[in-house]
T-cell receptor, first 109, second 112 residues
Framework: GQNIDQPTEMTATEGAIVQINCTYQ??????LFWYQQHAGEAPTFLSY??LDGLEEKGRFSSFLSRSKGYSYLLLKELQMKDSASYLC??????????WGAGTKLIIKP | EADIYQTPRYLVIGTGKKITLECSQTMGHDKMYWYQQDPGMELHLIHY???????EKGDLSSESTVSRIRTEHFPLTLESARPSHTSQYLC???????????FGPGTRLTVL
């Protein structure tokens, strides 16, 4: 079966750095997406990785290792507004997104 | 401004009612999707469309139907609502299959 695993909840301090991991097992691979979802709102796109390596976009970076079925999202200089759920999603061989349940990130002052 | 809209935002109805959730996008995207999401859980694909007159079932069709008569409009209909349909319904669109999906604000449905 297809499976996306990510931690249920993480806590970090304002101004710090946090890494959210995602491991996946899917039938085929056509890219991995990270989305941010604030409570009660719709997901918004953060990053897309299809090749191995690190993609940096401002305070957010995303890493992919296809051979290990592993990705992480790195958030730097954490702000209170970064408190949200972070969803990992993998596009399978049929170009359908398989979603993880999300990691709820709590930022403390 | 290009955007994606959903109505209603909240709906409370009784069991057995027929309802239609509306979704429209002004970005000219060919691909559109309907997802169901319970709190703290993953998104489940209900239906999707490649373009006008194209509709496909996802892994959770949940006794619902969709239509795609116009590029911008992708309504979802529940023929007979049940309490198990209580959830948040998210509509999304993308330019191409491997592009990011843009989501509407969602419809929170409660079936009594």
């Amino acid at each position: 079966g297809q499976n996306i695993d990510q931690p249920t909840e993480m806590t970090a301090t304002e101004g710090a750095i946090v890494q959210i991991n995602c491991t996946y097992q899917t039938s085929g691979f056509n890219g991995l997406f990270w989305y941010q979802q604030h409570a009660g709102e719709a997901p918004t796109f953060l990053s897309y990785n299809v090749l191995d390596g690190l993609e940096e976009k401002g305070r957010f970076s995303s890493f992919l290792s296809r051979s290990k079925g592993y990705s992480y999202l790195l958030l730097k200089e954490l702000q209170m507004k970064d408190s949200a759920s972070y969803l990992c999603a993998v596009m399978d061989s049929n170009y359908q997104l398989i979603w993880g349940a999300g990691t709820k990130l709590i930022i403390k002052p | 401004e290009a955007d994606i809209y959903q109505t209603p935002r909240y709906l409370v109805i009784g069991t057995g009612k027929k309802i239609t959730l509306e979704c429209s996008q002004t970005m000219g995207h060919d691909k559109m999707y309907w997802y169901q999401q319970d709190p703290g859980m993953e998104l489940h694909l209900i239906h999707y469309s490649y373009g006008v007159n194209s509709t496909e079932k996802g892994d959770l069709s949940s006794e619902s139907t969709v239509s795609r008569i116009r590029t911008e409009h992708f309504p979802l209909t529940l023929e007979s609502a049940r309490p198990s349909h209580t959830s948040q319904y998210l509509c999304a669109s993308s330019e191409r299959e491997h592009n990011e999906q843009f989501f509407g604000p969602g419809t929170r449905l409660t079936v009594l």
